[in-house]
């Protein structure tokens, strides 16, 4: 079993930056592609950004790209996401996943993920 503890959320202001952490716990981390999801008010849990297992590869959804940037360091079972240039419609928990992701099809979608952190808030305003 694998143990995941999301933290760096917070209050920034539009343009702002945070980095997210994930920390891992339990389990060979390294082995798990990795995958941040977010959920807003009132909204579905939408996928945001993913890692493979080496970190050879990265996979960010269209509204992201540019602005984050996922990172994972395994000799420390931590996993990044560095947030610049931040707007309001990213305000949202942000969740951390894990999972033995069999193939590139499926690492945007919640199925392919086993283990699930607890969030951590960001909220964009002025």
């Known amino acids: 079993q694998v143990q995941l503890v999301e933290s760096g959320g917070g209050l920034v202001q539009p343009g702002g930056s945070l980095r997210l952490s994930c920390a891992a716990s339990g389990g060979t981390f390294s082995r798990y592609a990795t995958g941040w999801f977010r959920q807003g008010s009132g909204k579905e849990r939408e996928f945001v950004a993913a890692?493979?297992?080496?970190?050879?590869?990265?996979y960010y959804a269209d509204s992201v790209k540019g602005r984050l940037t996922i990172s994972r360091d395994n000799a420390k079972n931590t996993v990044y996401l560095q947030m610049n240039s931040l707007k309001p419609e990213d305000t949202a928990v942000y969740y951390c996943a894990a999972g033995s992701v069999s193939t590139t099809l499926i690492i945007r979608l919640m199925r392919a993920y086993d283990y699930w952190g607890q969030g951590t808030q960001v909220a964009v305003s002025s």
């Open positions: 890692i493979s297992w080496s970190g050879g590869s990265t």
